[in-house]
Antibody, heavy 123, light 111 residues
Framework: QITLKESGPTLVRPTQTLTLTCTFSGFSLYTGGVGVGWIRQPPGKALEWLALIYWDDGKRYSPSLRSRLTITKDTSRNQVVLTMTDMDPVDTGTYYC???????????????WGQGTLVTVSS | QSVLTQPPSASATPGQRVTISCSGSSPNFRHNTVNWYQQLPGMAPKLLIFATDQRPSGVPDRFSGSKSGASASLAISGLQSDDEADYYCAAWDDSLNGHWVFGGGTKLTVL
């Protein structure tokens, strides 16, 4: 059974750096083809993809947020960490982590999601 | 950065069939597959369709996906009241070192 859970601060001040941790179970980042991504959702708005890290430490970032994002993994601890610098009130929203895996030769991206964590950016 | 365009809203009555479209601006969209996600109010998104037309286990066959050229579609047949949700398409874009793109979402109302 695959589960993911996000953790981190609920309130961040403008200009601060946000650090979120995704702790997962039921799969391993030692396994080929596996990845973990981050997606966020401002209140009442659409989903926005942020970043994805693969089992081989490959990383992909949203082009519009690339300069502010860093994604890393601790494979032995089953954790993926996302940092976002220079936080602004427009970054307020629910942040989700999600699993990327494979069935046979087919990639399935974001088939399991965490419950999300609400981050508010305010002074 | 590419854009996936969805209608902001759709509606239908129980038992009807409804289709939600997703149009891609990037040339890559024509060649890549599409995922669809359902988000019930206050919940995390749920994968409905992957690889354009594949259903994960547990997703009813009332949900189907298709794609033609630069446009993808999600069809829901035998509409039920608990299908009322936001629906998002998503696709990989190979440009700019590769990135995922989500559509703006469609709010489905079951009348």
């Amino acid at each position: 059974q695959i589960t993911l859970k996000e953790s981190g601060p609920t309130l961040v001040r403008p200009t601060q750096t946000l650090t979120l941790t995704c702790t997962f179970s039921g799969f391993s980042l030692y396994t080929g083809g596996v990845g973990v991504g981050w997606i966020r959702q401002p209140p009442g708005k659409a989903l926005e993809w942020l970043a994805l890290i693969y089992w081989d430490d490959g990383k992909r970032y949203s082009p519009s947020l690339r300069s502010r994002l860093t994604i890393t993994k601790d494979t032995s601890r089953n954790q993926v960490v996302l940092t976002m610098t220079d936080m602004d009130p427009v970054d307020t929203g629910t942040y989700y982590c999600a699993h990327r895996g494979m069935v046979a030769d087919t990639v399935i991206t974001f088939d399991y999601w965490g419950q999300g964590t609400l981050v508010t950016v305010s002074s | 950065q590419s854009v996936l365009t969805q209608p902001p809203s759709a509606s239908a009555t129980p038992g009807q069939r409804v289709t939600i479209s997703c149009s891609g601006s990037s040339p890559n969209f024509r060649h890549n597959t599409v995922n669809w996600y359902q988000q019930l109010p206050g919940m995390a998104p749920k994968l409905l369709i992957f690889a354009t037309d594949q259903r994960p286990s547990g997703v009813p066959d009332r949900f189907s996906g298709s794609k033609s050229g630069a446009s993808a579609s999600l069809a829901i047949s035998g509409l039920q009241s608990d299908d009322e949700a936001d629906y998002y398409c998503a696709a990989w874009d190979d440009s700019l070192n590769g990135h995922w793109v989500f559509g703006g979402g469609t709010k489905l109302t079951v009348l």
